[in-house]
T-cell receptor, first 122, second 112 residues
Framework: GAVVSQHPSRVICKSGTSVKIECRSLDFQATTMFWYRQFPKQSLMLMATSNEGSKATYEQGVEKDKFLINHASLTLSTLTVTSAHPEDSSFYIC??????????????????FGPGTRLTVL | GEDVEQSLFLSVREGDSSVINCTYTDSSSTYLYWYKQEPGAGLQLLTYIFSNMDMKQDQRLTVLLNKKDKHLSLRIADTQTGDSAIYFCAESIFQAGTALIFGKGTTLSVSS
């Protein structure tokens, strides 16, 4: 299946610093990537939809100036957590939707998930 | 509204069958998915079902969909200790370009 990588897998930073997380589709192109956040023992909550070459669409309650998303190419989207605070500590997961649809038919909406990035803000 | 509900925990013995249940509220869902998440890892797609299907079987996995009751289940036959993980039910409303809506996940614990 298609592979999505995230870097770094874990990051610990001091409060007030910024952290950049990369999401790459390794063997396919993705016009759309999604960023999710997962708190311990909770579900994945969609933060934003990232479309290549255009501005990201943020979900209600997600501060776009705090969580900067850049989808500069068909294989890379980045999420930058600016001025991080301890409450930003979480597991951040990206997913990418392949174009063309990989192996499953034109109407299939499979998203390939990255392994996640564990952010701890001290 | 969009809401996906799952029971939080399930505990089974190795070799038994596991049944994880999910309910959703949006009748316009087109695809319903089951994902597996092992500790500290990302999500792995297990299987999916299109909303006009009632059942899908894939090796040890059987998905049943009751569209009238908006109920989805995942049955794992001959459950193994390696099946211990969190299982997420998810739905998508449209065919293209939309994010998935996830349930809170069911933690499956398999004892030997």
């Amino acid at each position: 299946g298609a592979v999505v990588s995230q870097h770094p897998s874990r990051v610990i930073c001091k409060s007030g610093t910024s952290v950049k997380i990369e999401c790459r589709s390794l063997d396919f192109q993705a016009t759309t990537m999604f960023w999710y956040r997962q708190f311990p023992k909770q579900s994945l909550m969609l933060m934003a939809t990232s479309n290549e070459g255009s501005k990201a669409t943020y979900e209600q309650g997600v501060e776009k100036d705090k969580f900067l998303i850049n989808h500069a190419s068909l294989t890379l989207s980045t999420l930058t957590v600016t001025s991080a605070h301890p409450e930003d500590s979480s597991f951040y997961i990206c997913s990418a939707r392949a174009v063309p649809f990989v192996g499953r038919g034109a109407s299939y909406n499979e998203q390939f998930f990255g392994p996640g990035t564990r952010l701890t803000v001290l | 509204g969009e809401d996906v509900e799952q029971s939080l925990f399930l505990s089974v013995r190795e070799g038994d069958s596991s049944v994880i249940n999910c309910t959703y509220t949006d009748s316009s869902s087109t695809y319903l998915y089951w994902y597996k998440q092992e500790p500290g890892a990302g999500l792995q797609l297990l299987t999916y079902i299109f909303s006009n299907m009632d059942m899908k079987q894939d090796q040890r996995l059987t998905v049943l969909l009751n569209k009238k009751d908006k109920h989805l289940s995942l049955r794992i036959a001959d459950t193994q200790t390696g099946d211990s993980a969190i299982y997420f039910c998810a739905e998508s409303i449209f065919q293209a370009g939309t994010a998935l809506i996830f349930g809170k996940g069911t933690t499956l614990s398999v004892s030997s």
